[in-house]
Every structure is written in C-alpha cells, then in structure tokens.
C-alpha cells in the first residue's frame, strides 16, 4: 500500500508527467512488460493527452507505425521505446523498430531495469559492461548509421543525389513501469517483465521450489543472484518510487534469500516532507510454496468470481537465458481484463453478417481496467472489498444509477431476494439498445454489468460455490483433528463424482484443492526438512 494512503495510480503515473516534452510528438513503442502497466495504471488516452503521436507494440514495430501521424500532419522525429525486458533480449525489437522510421533523429529508450540492475546480470555485463545504459546506446546509434548509410550508398547508385542519412541521437533512462495498480491501494507486477520472467528456483518459478538439502537450509532453494537480483532491483525500485523507506520480512528460502538481495542494494535515503521523517513501507515476502491456500481459496466475493471468469491468453514462454545450464524459461498466461459488450457500437449490416450470428466474440468490448476513468476504478475497488450478496447488489445500484442519469426507465423491476444474472444482464442491455449513446457515457457500468453478469450465470456461481463448500467441508474436517485418511475418502468421492460428470466441479476443481490441502494437513512423519522450509530456522510452527 502507498505511504500517507496515496494512490498507487499518481505514484505511477507521476513520472511521466515529467516526460511530456519527450512524448510530445512522439511516437511510443511498448514492449509486453510495459503495454501491461500502461494498460492497467495508465491507460492509452493518458499518453495521446501527453500528446505522443502514436502508441504501438514494439514486437510488431513497423514503417506504417506512421501512418496516423501523417494523416494528421506530424512528421514524428522522436522515437520512445518502453522496456521491461534487458537491453540485450529487446535489441532485436528495438533495432527493426529504429529502421522502420528513417527519418528519426532521436531515440529515448526508458528501460525498467536500472543500469545498475542489468550490470549484476552476467549474461549482460559480458556484452555492455558495467555502463550498461552508455554502452548499448553507442552501440544501437553506430548499427543504425551504418545500415542508414549502406541504404543512402545503395540508393545513390541508382539515383544520384539521394539525400543523406539522419544522423541519429540514441540515450538510454532507467524509468519506473514496475506498479501495475489494480486499484489505488493494491498492485501487481507486470507478468512479463524481466522481474517476473526471470526469477526462477530450482528450474520453476522461484517461491515454489523447497530448499536443496545440498546446498543449506536458507538459500538451497533460492535461484542464484543474477536470477533472483531482477526481481530485488524492481522492488528497490517500488520503494524509491513511493518516497519511502525500507523494511522487508521474509517468509520460506527464497523470500529469504530475495530479502538479502533487496537489503544489499544501495537505496538512497528519501527526503523529509515538511520536517516529517519518510514513511516506512513494510514489505512481507511470502514464497507461494508455504501459502499455496490463497491462490486456491473460493472467497464469497463476487470480485474474485469475476476475475475467475476472464479468459487467459495462450501459455507463452519468457526468453530463454542465455548462460549455460539455464533452466526452461517460465512461462505466464496473461489474463485479458476484457469484456465483450454486443451492441456497444452499431456496426454496419455489411460487418455484422461478417461476423457471424454464433460469434462469440464482437467486434467492440471495453476494459474491465479503466485507468483513465475514476469512477470506473472507484466501482471496482469497493466491488472487490464486498462480500457474499453485497456486491451482486452494489452492482445492481450502479446500473439503476445510471440509468437514471440517463433519464432511462429499467425494463424490468427487482424483486426480493439474491440479484440474478438475468436481472443485471437486463438493466446493462438497457443502456446498451438505448440510441441515445448512453452505453458509450456509461461505458464503465454497462462493463461491469455484461461481466458480473457472466460471473452470476448459473453454471459458473453452481460450480464457485460447490468448490467453496468443499473447501469448507475439508477444512473442518482439518481444524477438527480429522486425519488424513478421512480426508483423502472425501476428496477421492468427489473427484470420482466429478469424472462421471455429476454434480457442479470439474475434475480440475477437486485437483486444484490438493496443494492448499497438503500445506494444511499436519505433517505426521514428525519433521519438515523436506518441506518449503527445508532446514526450519525460520519455519516450524
């Protein structure tokens, strides 16, 4: 959480206010890490309010990039290229992008990894050195200039007189992409940054590998520097960012071992505010091998149903390291925070029939994320703080609210009792068949609407809450001195009721409960060295 309770949105978005100059008539490339944080904490408008002639994906760098400023005369000079990934596995990208444009004369590249944090790579320091930063950029501006001019040599054969390549002006920034803010008071990390992608343990994600008995009981089952450091560098960054000042526990070997990189970094001390000393910001370090509970548990919140319900992109891999014996890259799949919303924007009847009646996808949805709008962010912080029917209800009010902003009556009434998918799906799709533009006004409810409404749909709350009762069911069981026997009968009826195709859960359900279950049973064979904790100095109950 933000120190003196500011919003995590300004913190990220500060620093960019300062760069508006840069961006101003620029055209802006993203690669992955850094489309997830302005996707979530920015959102593409706050960038064209800066003024930057475009956005685009860096990955997909091309000359057409330059289209839309030409058509409305800009003749962009600047190129800005936002990275999260190390200078040497963007280069690729970064360099097809600066060909693309022949005419630029400057590139800023704003990387989220700092100087400092690229020279304690090895992979890196081999190739740029320790100034990472001045390195690449002579490099890049040398291989460019000299492709600009084996081009202006070959055109000057053909037709004599071309004109002479742009000499071209390269720097290198450390900048801050590391809070992608889901609400002003939490945040992730983006999946895939070099932070994320990087950090590994015993060739899996770190923190969900034990100790190494091998290697000691605290940092057997840590990943070695160069692999762990990213991630260290990225939080020291969060810190420096917020103005505040560091404290860190840690729970489980790597946590520990991330702890001890995290304090070994050099962090300036921030300035008091108006005679008050900086606020200290707490971080708890948890390795998801002694929490596997959380990320299985089926909370009575319709905010976690939602997010469940959002679809996943195809599994891609992170790039692969470059040193020997390096393990497989991690793998993510982002979640698209996406709603479909049919009739969102009258398409014509040429497009529709396109489409296809049965298609599941439209052509227009709009973000569940909406940075750019607050009420939008508002909705969705006090959504995810409701509990059980709380926030079927809340949603239900939103939309009534404005409908009537929009001087709309609801084409149905609520009766008493729990707000139903229908109920919701109803008063979003009145504001949608309006034609009076009122879903584009209230595009942030009609959103939230079309998705609680999915997350209510009888199929997907049966099956959230048969797995809630399971685990409720279970964990009494454990609470009450149940043993594992009586334990592993249960889970076995019900995966057998779930291959026969019975009842709400899905084979996948009962399977999901068998890490949470296994952290919680007691260990009966008396000792945890094997265990997330491997050698216990930090971890026995």
């Not at 000393?277 to 091998?289: C, Q």
């Amino acid at each position: 959480m933000a120190p003196a309770a500011e919003s995590l949105l300004e913190v990220a978005r500060r620093p960019w206010l300062d760069l508006a100059s840069d961006i101003s008539g620029a055209i802006v490339y993203l690669d992955a890490g850094a489309a997830e944080f302005v996707h979530v904490s920015l959102g593409a408008p706050f960038l064209f309010g800066l003024g930057a002639a475009h956005v685009c994906d860096l990955e997909h760098a091309a000359a057409d990039d330059a289209l839309l400023p030409l058509l409305t005369g800009q003749q962009p000079s600047t190129l800005i290229i936002c990275i999260t990934r190390l200078l040497t596995e963007a280069h690729p990208h970064i360099l097809r992008a600066v060909l693309a444009h022949p005419a630029v004369s400057r590139v800023l590249i704003l990387s989220s990894v700092s100087e400092h944090g690229h020279a304690c790579q090895e992979s890196v320091s081999e190739e740029l050195g320790v100034e990472a930063f001045r390195e690449y950029a002579s490099m890049l501006a040398q291989d460019v200039q000299d492709s600009r001019d084996a081009d202006v040599a070959m055109s000057q054969q053909h037709k004599p007189g071309a004109a002479p390549s742009v000499q071209l002006s390269v720097s290198v920034r450390s900048f801050p992409m590391h809070i992608c803010a889901l609400d002003p008071a939490a945040f992730v990390l983006p999946a895939a940054s070099a932070a994320a992608t990087h950090s590994r343990a015993n060739g899996v994600a770190a923190g969900m590998a034990g100790a190494d008995p091998a290697r000691g009981s605290m940092d057997g089952g840590a990943a070695s520097g160069g692999d762990l450091s990213l991630m260290a560098h990225e939080l020291a960054g969060i810190v420096r960012q917020m103005g505040a000042r560091l404290e860190a526990w840690s729970v489980g070997p790597v946590s520990y071992h991330l702890a001890h990189e995290l304090a070994s970094l050099p962090l300036a001390q921030p300035q008091e505010v108006g005679g008050r000393p900086a606020p200290m910001l707490g971080v708890v370090l948890v390795d998801r091998s002694v929490d596997q509970t959380t990320p299985t548990y089926h909370h009575d919140s319709l905010g976690d149903v939602l997010l469940a319900t959002l679809p996943r992109g195809t599994p891609s891999a992170a790039p692969k390291a470059k040193r020997a014996g390096a393990a497989q890259p991690i793998t993510w799949r982002p979640l698209h925070a996406r709603v479909d919303v049919p009739g969102l924007v009258p398409l014509h009847s040429e497009l529709s029939q396109a489409l296809g009646a049965g298609s599941a996808q439209h052509a227009y949805g709009a973000e569940l994320l909406a940075p750019g709008d607050k009420q939008a962010v508002g909705r969705l912080e006090q959504l995810v703080a409701k509990k059980g029917k709380d926030g079927s209800a809340l949603v239900r009010k939103w939309l009534k609210q404005s409908l009537a902003a929009e001087s709309l009556q609801p084409s149905t009434r609520s009766k008493a009792g729990a707000v139903t998918s229908a109920e919701v799906a109803g008063l979003a799709n009145d504001l949608v068949v309006s034609d009076t533009g009122a879903a584009l006004r209230q595009r942030g409810a009609v959103t939230l609407g079309h998705a609680a409404a999915a997350a209510l749909g009888a199929d997907t709350a049966a099956r959230w809450e048969a797995a809630a009762a399971l685990e409720r069911q279970l964990a009494a069981m454990l609470c009450g001195g149940g043993d594992a026997s009586a334990v592993a009968a249960v889970l076995q009826d019900a995966l057998a009721t779930a291959q026969a195709g019975k009842g709400a859960l899905a084979v996948s359900d009962v399977v999901a409960l068998l890490p949470a279950l296994y952290s919680l049973t007691p260990d009966v064979s008396g000792g945890h060295g094997g265990g997330a904790y491997g050698g216990g100095e930090e971890g026995a109950p």
